[in-house]
Structure formats: structure tokens, C-alpha cells
């Protein structure tokens, strides 16, 4: 199947420090990609959609300025968590939309702030 | 929330077929049913999804009922790789507006 790529794969940041967490898709031109974030033994919350060359869409309850999400090309979009608190300490999943009903994950990126 | 309901966990026998059910009574005409499931730290890996009639791939067959208001995704020989969670997903939105919004999943446990 299609392959979804992350980096980093694991990150640990001091409280206040901005964090950027990539999304690629190595095989395949993304139009839209999605956004994630599982805590521990809970499932997935969707974050974001994210449409290449337009702003992204935020799910209610998620600060748009707190999670920015740039999709500059058909291949990458980042997330950046600004001013990371220990509260933000999760697992961060993106993916990508391969066709109009097929979706792959990436491998996620565990964020701990200390 | 969430438009489909699942066991919170079942356990089946290495080389036995685990069917595993679902729920989604609110499903419309043109949504789709997808199975994906995520072994421990890693990202959802992709097993199927179908619209209406059943559907196999290498990994595993899906059986949506006539009236759409159910499935069941079956692993014809479970392996003890195959312990993970299931989540069975009826996506919001159809075709490139669509999302996949996880539910809570089913633990599916192997064992030898």
C-alpha cells in the first residue's frame, strides 16, 4: 500500500518550546491530508483537515493557533504545536488521502513536554 | 461522535477465524464502511471498507448486511500478530470532503 511518513518519530521538548512534526507521503501526491492526536489507551481524535494550498480546517475545540498546520506541497504538511505544554504530551498521527476513498496512516510522533 | 458500535474487546484462538462485528444503524445510502486497526505505538494500518456488497482482500473479507445496518470484518486464521485494536469506521462525508472519525475499537487478543 501506499506509505505515509513521519519525523520526527519521537520528540521531547521543554514547556514553552514550539515543536514541528512532518507528514509525507513518499509514493503519492496528497491533496488532503488529515491530523491526529491519541492519549494514552483512548482512540484517535481527528485535529485537522489539511488541503494543500489552502488554510486548514479545524475540528471544534481544537486552537488553530496553538496547532498550525502548513500543506505547502502535494507531498508534506507539518504541524507545528506552539508554546508545548506537558498537557499537549501525546501521540500525534497524520495521514493522507490517496484517492477519494482511501486513506493511509503514518506512523505517528510521540510528543513528551516537559 | 462516532456513527458505529463495537464490543469494547474479544479474544479468539492462533488459526482460528476472528469475526469481529459491527454496528452502524444510521449508515446512509452512499457512506462507506472502513476497518482499520493499530497495534501498540503504531499509526492505523488499512485492512478493507466496502459500500455494499462483500468485499476480500489478502488480509482479511468484509460481510455488510442488505440493510447496511451492520458487518463483520473476519480474519480467516488469526496469528498472534494480529492482536490489535479494530476500529470499524463509517466515514463523514463522501468523496474528497470525507473524514474517518475513530470510534472507541475493539481489542482483539490472539492467543496461542
Known amino acids: 500500500g501506499a506509505v505515509v511518513s513521519q519525523h520526527p518519530s519521537w520528540v521531547i521538548c521543554k514547556s514553552g518550546t514550539s515543536v514541528k512534526i512532518e507528514c509525507r507521503s513518499l509514493?503519492?501526491?496528497?491533496?488532503?491530508m488529515f491530523w491526529y492526536r491519541q492519549f494514552p489507551k483512548q482512540s484517535l481524535m481527528l485535529m485537522a483537515t489539511?488541503?494543500?494550498?489552502?488554510?486548514?480546517?479545524?475540528e471544534q475545540g481544537v486552537e488553530k493557533d496553538k496547532f498550525l498546520i502548513n500543506h505547502a506541497s502535494l507531498t508534506l504538511s507539518t504541524l507545528t504545536v506552539t508554546s508545548a505544554h506537558p498537557e499537549d504530551s501525546s501521540f500525534y498521527i497524520c495521514?493522507?488521502?490517496?484517492?477519494?476513498?482511501?486513506?493511509?496512516f503514518g506512523p505517528g510522533t510521540r510528543l513528551t513536554v516537559l | 461522535d462516532a456513527k458505529t458500535t463495537q464490543p469494547t474487546s474479544m479474544d479468539c484462538a492462533e488459526g482460528r477465524a476472528a469475526n469481529l462485528p459491527c454496528n452502524h444503524s444510521?449508515?446512509?445510502?452512499?457512506?462507506?464502511v472502513y476497518w482499520y486497526r493499530q497495534i501498540h505505538s503504531q499509526g492505523p494500518q488499512y485492512i478493507i471498507h466496502?459500500?455494499?456488497n462483500n468485499e476480500t482482500n489478502e488480509m482479511a473479507s468484509l460481510i455488510i448486511t442488505e440493510d447496511r445496518k451492520s458487518s463483520t470484518l473476519i480474519l480467516p486464521h488469526a496469528t498472534l500478530r494480529d492482536t490489535a485494536v479494530y476500529y470499524c469506521?463509517?466515514?463523514f462525508g463522501s468523496g474528497n470532503t470525507g473524514k474517518l472519525i475513530f470510534g472507541q475499537g475493539t481489542t482483539l487478543q490472539v492467543k496461542p
Open positions: 495521514s493522507a488521502r490517496v484517492s477519494p476513498n482511501t486513506q493511509y
Open positions: 509514493d503519492f501526491q496528497a491533496t488532503t
Open positions: 489539511s488541503n494543500e494550498g489552502s488554510k486548514a480546517t479545524y
Open positions: 444510521t449508515i446512509s445510502g452512499n457512506e462507506y
Open positions: 466496502g459500500l455494499k
Open positions: 469506521i463509517v466515514r
